[in-house]
């Protein structure tokens, strides 16, 4: 790993770099990192500024859609002026003004069962910031069969859940599909754009995202893997599910079903960030 730092890399990430935790081997961690980041919305804004700005070298950012008034009051990557333009390219820019030292790989285009698997390969770890039921079982599904550590974010009104799923690296961490083995009906569960959602919220969530995402690339601390938080934002309360892998699970388990991403066949029908 190269540990030569430029002098404006060594002020830019002088925080960082006090850190015991982090040091001079965990930046040069971190810029050697690669993350995919679905969803460039109110998750996937606060997520990709500070994954930019801790310094992760290549930063994959996939989105579809293109930056709508109704966006803005949430998704802090993208302003006024860029309503109309694609959401991939006005989040990278907010990125590269941030830090040009960073590669943003912009993937202007929904992920679908056809292209799911081949980018999350490309990835060292996948942050899911999505809005619906089909792209999250998706994405879970690609990393499953990708072997990469997914650190997932939701939110809904007031509240947000937060996991991190990574079942190759043992027995005793879940996937997805060991939580929610299928998708819930249609309808079942409303989305943010059916039941609102509070712009902070999810700068909250999309913020401890980054944070554990950053503690999966450097290794530290205790790993959320096998637990899921839950923030209740009205009663500010957060709690601490424990979750355990399921011997039955379709994707992890030992008779596990899933081979490769044929089953996940409709497209999701409505743009894919929260
Ligand atoms: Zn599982």
């Given at each position: 790993m190269n540990l030569d730092f430029t002098d404006d890399e060594i002020r830019r990430y002088s925080r960082n770099i006090l850190l015991q935790e982090v040091g001079g081997i965990g930046q040069a961690r971190l810029r050697s990192a690669r993350v995919l980041v679905v969803g460039a919305g109110g998750l996937g804004s606060p997520l990709l500024l500070y994954l930019a700005a801790a310094g992760v070298g290549t930063i994959g950012l996939v989105d579809d859609d293109v930056v709508d008034i109704s966006n803005l009051q949430r998704q802090i990557a993208h302003t006024t002026a860029s309503i109309g333009t694609p959401k991939v390219?006005?989040?990278?820019?907010?990125?590269?003004?941030?830090?040009?030292?960073?590669?943003i790989e912009a993937h202007q285009t929904r992920l679908t069962a056809g292209n799911a698997l081949e980018l999350a390969a490309r990835y060292d770890l996948v942050c899911d910031g999505t809005d619906n039921f089909a792209?999250?079982?998706?994405?879970?599904?690609?990393?499953?069969?990708?072997?990469?550590?997914?650190?997932?974010?939701?939110?809904?009104?007031?509240?947000?859940?937060?996991?991190?799923?990574?079942?190759?690296?043992?027995?005793?961490?879940?996937?997805?599909?060991?939580?929610?083995?299928?998708?819930?009906?249609?309808?079942m569960v409303p989305s943010c754009s059916e039941a609102g959602v509070l712009g902070a919220v999810t700068g909250v969530m999309?913020?401890?995202?980054?944070?554990?995402?950053l503690k999966e690339l450097l290794g530290v601390g205790e790993s959320l893997a096998g637990r899921l938080l839950i923030w209740d934002g009205l009663a500010t309360r957060f709690r601490l599910v424990r979750l355990k892998r399921d011997p039955e699970c379709p994707a992890c388990g030992a008779n596990a079903t899933l081979r490769d991403?044929?089953?996940h066949v409709a497209a999701p029908e409505t743009a894919c960030a929260v």
């Open positions: 390219e006005s989040a990278a820019a907010a990125a590269r003004a941030i830090n040009p030292g960073v590669t792209t999250r079982f998706l994405v879970a599904d690609a990393c499953v069969l990708a072997r990469r550590t997914l650190v997932s974010a939701a939110v809904l009104r007031f509240d947000g859940q937060l996991a991190v799923f990574k079942p190759h690296a043992g027995q005793d961490f879940p996937c997805y599909r060991c939580l929610y083995p299928e998708p819930p009906p249609p309808g999309g913020t401890l995202q980054a944070t554990e995402a991403l044929s089953g």
